[in-house]
């Protein structure tokens, strides 16, 4: 350490080893991964985003939703993210590859999202908006999420109701003559959640683990 | 390492009063971060229990607060306090004054108010959402610079040494200097300006966001604790033969830990099977720590109390972090707040236990006066302790029954919240109790800094005290 040169060298390798061990390894593995071209159904997958549903993304990120939510469904033997149904294969790099910033959340306050517009049963806007103004999921009567007003506007309506508007009830009736709009923020954040439907079987989102799962099935 | 000093007149020197100012300016700032950084993990806490709790605010989205909470945290507390530790300890180990002190009033204000424009941004709809680097893109550039000003002295206290050898408390000073603007430009390119593909982000992400713990915090902290333990127990360091290969293997093995949290994930197998193998690895760094300094446990004042819980957290914080990188316990506890738990014990328990240690030694070296109230430090260490034991508990507590029912699909998310809900009211008093600790801080700081200002204006008969009287004992 007395060898100043020689230290301040040995600092820069340590830093670029790291860097080159993980980051440039793993993009010389996946940065060229390019989208899957499926004969029978003449198309490719993943599909491209919608821009309303890129714009949506970035609202996404603004709001910091992946500090409670994640957008990866993880390997069959892990958790149980395929039984409650956030999607029926893994995540693969090949989903993310058309995402500008790819947010695969490091926490599950709430649950997963990768496929939201997947689900069964579906979810409609209508149902996401009103989630997302009153917190509560549509049928319950307790607040799971903090209900997000700021994305709505309450406007005086003016000649005929907004095609928009929430159709709210119980204690969130807009007062006499007002109606609940959402804003632009809060119609690009839905259509990204709907968009988010990684559904297609890639070659690769199939490598069932198959030495492993012979003696599960033996044991049954 | 066998630097004591028992004359008292060695006790402050040039050496301390040519960085007087700057290096309180630096301390300043970053205890006002941390109260704020404070407050809002309080927000933030309480909104998991409530959801409604202030929600009908943009500003004070859950996200939002999250976001703001971590820069603070990070850029605000963690980057001042343990730049004025760092250039303090590499100006008293070079053996003459630090030069162009200067450029740290520049670059501390620089990098203030970028952090605080940043925040804005934040606030109002920039964030990034990526961990550790949430502060949007466009004050990132001037943070990097306004590092550079603050480093200079530290490296021309390096350059210019008069010591013939280095000591431990040296090399990580250095190493965090140089260290966090390379990380920290490498990742704005790859994230911000030019991001790379897909899933290659959450790799990159990764990379940086354990790139700053064990390449630049981690270090910030080990520089106060390997030159404030010895000096306390007066006495060389057990096993320092071995200090060298445990830097090196932090600086080497850390960088590699940054797929630590992909286990399982739409990214190769092998990034989160060499992370795994790198925490373990990571094991010797902190199995030397603790022989190095463990002579610092349960003895001295306050101060070195302080560091000595923080050393011992920082040791936990990565036996625990290596045992949830395996795979089988990862299955449970990834994406829970087992994880936040352990980002906790590291950080809070383990970086700034041993920074506030660092302060409450350092001030009084710096000013020549002891602190304004000595109960107020001793009070300010139990209410620490006790904060950082509760939260820490709560956390885990709250974390492995949010694991156990994460793994039954038939659990709903909101039973779920019902579930952990006493252990998060519990990490929340937790938040509340630290943030009063912290408040104590404050005051405390303020008043003796005060004090020294209106005191310097007039010399001082004596100028030079025991040491014991420097520090608040509460032995």
Same mark, same amino acid.
Not at chain 1, 184 to 193: H, R, T
Not at chain 2, 233 to 252: K, Q
């Given at each position: 350490?007395?060898?100043?040169?020689?230290?301040?060298?040995?600092?820069?390798?340590?830093?670029?080893?790291?860097?080159?061990?993980?980051?440039?390894?793993?993009?010389? =593995?996946?940065?060229?991964?390019?989208?899957?071209?499926?004969?029978?159904?003449?198309?490719?997958?993943?599909?491209?985003?919608?821009?309303?549903?890129?714009?949506?993304?970035?609202?996404?990120?603004?709001?910091?939703?992946?500090?409670?939510?994640?957008?990866?469904?993880?390997?069959?033997?892990?958790?149980?993210?395929?039984?409650?149904?956030?999607?029926?294969?893994?995540?693969?790099?090949?989903?993310?590859?058309?995402?500008?910033?790819? =947010?695969?959340?490091?926490?599950?306050?709430? $649950?997963?999202?990768?496929?939201?517009?997947?689900?069964?049963?579906?979810?409609?806007?209508?149902?996401?908006?009103?989630?997302?103004?009153?917190?509560?999921?549509?049928?319950?009567?307790?607040?799971?999420? !903090?209900?997000?007003?700021?994305?709505?506007?309450?406007?005086?309506?003016?000649?005929?109701?907004?095609?928009?508007?929430?159709?709210?009830?119980?204690?969130?009736? $807009?007062?006499?003559?007002? =109606?609940?709009?959402?804003?632009?923020?809060? =119609?690009?954040?839905?259509?990204?959640?709907?968009?988010?439907?990684?559904?297609?079987?890639? !070659?690769?989102?199939?490598?069932? !683990?198959?030495?492993?799962?012979?003696?599960?099935?033996?044991?049954? | 390492?066998?630097?004591?000093?028992?004359?008292?007149?060695?006790?402050?020197?040039?050496?301390?009063?040519?960085?007087?100012?700057?290096?309180?300016?630096?301390?300043?700032?970053?205890?006002?971060?941390?109260?704020?950084?404070?407050?809002?993990?309080?927000?933030?806490?309480?909104?998991?229990?409530?959801?409604?709790?202030?929600?009908?605010?943009?500003?004070?989205?859950?996200?939002?607060?999250? #976001?703001?909470?971590?820069?603070?945290?990070?850029?605000?507390?963690?980057?001042?306090?343990?730049?004025?530790?760092?250039?303090?300890?590499?100006?008293?180990?070079?053996?003459?004054?630090?030069?162009?002190?200067? &450029?740290?009033?520049?670059?501390?204000?620089? &990098?203030?108010?970028?952090?605080?424009?940043?925040?804005?941004?934040?606030?109002?709809?920039?964030?990034?959402?990526?961990?550790?680097?949430?502060?949007?893109?466009?004050?990132?550039?001037?943070?990097?610079?306004?590092?550079?000003?603050?480093?200079?002295?530290?490296?021309?206290?390096?350059?210019?040494?008069?010591?013939?050898?280095?000591?431990?408390?040296? &090399?990580?000073?250095?190493?965090?200097?140089?260290?966090?603007?390379?990380?920290?430009?490498?990742?704005?390119?790859?994230?911000?300006?030019?991001?790379?593909?897909?899933?290659?982000?959450?790799?990159?992400?990764?990379?940086? %966001?354990?790139?700053?713990?064990?390449?630049?915090?981690?270090?910030?902290?080990?520089?106060? #604790?390997?030159?404030?333990?010895?000096?306390?127990?007066?006495?060389?360091?057990?096993?320092?033969?071995?200090?060298?290969? %445990?830097?090196?293997?932090?600086?080497?093995?850390?960088?590699?830990?940054?797929?630590?949290?992909?286990?399982?994930?739409?990214?190769?197998?092998?990034? +989160?099977?060499?992370?795994?193998?790198?925490?373990?690895?990571?094991?010797?760094?902190?199995?030397?720590?603790?022989?190095?300094?463990?002579?610092?446990?349960?003895?001295?004042?306050?101060?070195?109390?302080?560091?000595?819980?923080?050393?011992?957290?920082?040791?936990?914080?990565?036996?625990?972090?290596?045992?949830?990188?395996?795979?089988?316990?990862?299955?449970?506890?990834?994406?829970?707040?087992?994880?936040?738990?352990?980002?906790?014990?590291?950080?809070?328990?383990?970086?700034?236990?041993?920074?506030?240690?660092?302060?409450?030694?350092?001030?009084?070296?710096?000013?020549?006066?002891?602190?304004?109230?000595?109960?107020?430090?001793?009070?300010?260490? #139990?209410?620490?302790?006790?904060?950082?034991?509760?939260?820490?508990?709560?956390?885990?507590?709250?974390?492995?029954?949010?694991?156990?029912?994460?793994?039954?699909?038939?659990?709903?998310?909101?039973?779920?919240?019902?579930?952990?809900?006493?252990?998060?009211?519990?990490?929340?008093? #937790?938040?509340?109790?630290?943030?009063?600790?912290?408040?104590?801080?404050?005051?405390?700081?303020?008043?003796?800094?005060?004090?020294?200002?209106?005191? %310097? +204006?007039?010399?001082?008969?004596?100028?030079?005290?025991?040491?014991?009287?420097?520090?608040?004992?509460?032995?």
């Amino acid at each position: 350490m007395k060898n100043g040169p020689l230290f301040f060298f040995g600092l820069f390798v340590a830093l670029t080893l790291s860097w080159a061990g993980t980051v440039l390894l793993s993009n010389h =593995q996946l940065g060229a991964l390019t989208p899957f071209y499926d004969e029978n159904e003449s198309a490719s997958f993943p599909l491209r985003q919608p821009g309303v549903a890129a714009r949506g993304q970035l609202v996404y990120a603004d709001l910091g939703c992946a500090s409670c939510h994640t957008q990866q469904v993880r390997r069959p033997d892990f958790g149980s993210d395929l039984a409650r149904g956030w999607g029926e294969r893994q995540s693969v790099a090949r989903d993310y590859i058309f995402q500008a910033r790819v =947010q695969l959340g490091t926490s599950r306050v709430g $649950p997963d999202l990768t496929n939201l517009g997947a689900r069964k049963p579906a979810y409609d806007a209508e149902d996401l908006m009103k989630f997302l103004y009153t917190g509560m999921i549509p049928g319950t009567k307790v607040v799971t999420h !903090p209900p997000c007003t700021y994305l709505f506007d309450e406007r005086a309506i003016v000649g005929e109701t907004s095609k928009l508007a929430l159709n709210l009830t119980g204690g969130f009736t $807009p007062a006499a003559g007002c =109606q609940i709009v959402p804003t632009e923020g809060a =119609q690009s954040l839905v259509a990204f959640l709907l968009s988010l439907n990684n559904t297609y079987d890639y !070659p690769e989102s199939r490598p069932m !683990p198959v030495e492993k799962a012979k003696p599960e099935a033996a044991k049954k | 390492m066998t630097t004591v000093q028992t004359n008292a007149s060695h006790e402050v020197t040039a050496i301390d009063t040519a960085a007087r100012w700057p290096l309180l300016l630096l301390i300043h700032a970053s205890i006002k971060w941390l109260v704020l950084s404070g407050v809002l993990a309080l927000i933030g806490s309480i909104q998991l229990v409530q959801p409604v709790f202030l929600s009908t605010c943009a500003i004070f989205a859950h996200g939002r607060i999250v #976001a703001m909470q971590e820069s603070i945290f990070i850029y605000g507390w963690a980057a001042n306090a343990g730049l004025a530790l760092a250039l303090w300890i590499l100006g008293r180990l070079g053996g003459s004054p630090l030069r162009a002190m200067n &450029w740290v009033v520049v670059g501390t204000l620089a &990098w203030n108010v970028a952090l605080v424009l940043g925040l804005i941004g934040i606030a109002t709809g920039d964030a990034t959402s990526i961990a550790f680097l949430q502060l949007p893109r466009y004050v990132q550039l001037l943070m990097v610079v306004a590092y550079g000003a603050i480093a200079v002295p530290g490296v021309l206290a390096w350059a210019g040494r008069r010591t013939e050898g280095t000591f431990a408390a040296q &090399w990580y000073a250095v190493a965090a200097l140089f260290l966090f603007p390379w990380l920290f430009s490498a990742a704005q390119l790859m994230l911000l300006w030019s991001p790379v593909r897909g899933t290659l982000q959450a790799v990159a992400g990764g990379w940086f %966001s354990q790139g700053i713990w064990t390449l630049w915090l981690a270090p910030l902290a080990l520089a106060p #604790a390997y030159y404030i333990v010895p000096k306390v127990t007066g006495r060389a360091l057990p096993s320092y033969e071995f200090a060298p290969h %445990s830097f090196w293997c932090l600086l080497v093995v850390g960088g590699f830990t940054g797929g630590r949290h992909l286990v399982g994930g739409p990214v190769p197998a092998w990034i +989160a099977s060499l992370a795994i193998v790198s925490c373990v690895l990571l094991l010797f760094h902190y199995f030397v720590v603790f022989m190095n300094l463990r002579g610092g446990l349960g003895r001295g004042s306050t101060a070195s109390r302080l560091v000595a819980v923080g050393l011992l957290a920082y040791v936990l914080g990565g036996l625990v972090d290596a045992i949830t990188a395996f795979r089988g316990v990862a299955a449970i506890t990834q994406f829970t707040f087992v994880e936040v738990a352990q980002q906790q014990l590291a950080l809070y328990a383990g970086f700034t236990l041993i920074l506030l240690g660092a302060i409450y030694f350092a001030v009084p070296r710096l000013l020549g006066r002891g602190w304004f109230s000595a109960n107020l430090v001793i009070g300010h260490a #139990a209410i620490a302790f006790t904060g950082v034991a509760l939260l820490v508990v709560s956390l885990l507590g709250a974390g492995w029954v949010q694991g156990h029912d994460l793994l039954d699909a038939k659990i709903s998310f909101a039973d779920i919240a019902i579930h952990t809900r006493p252990w998060l009211l519990a990490a929340t008093a #937790a938040q509340g109790i630290l943030l009063l600790g912290n408040l104590l801080l404050l005051v405390n700081f303020l008043e003796t800094a005060c004090a020294g200002c209106c005191a %310097s +204006a007039t010399p001082t008969e004596n100028p030079f005290r025991e040491p014991s009287t420097m520090e608040a004992t509460a032995s």
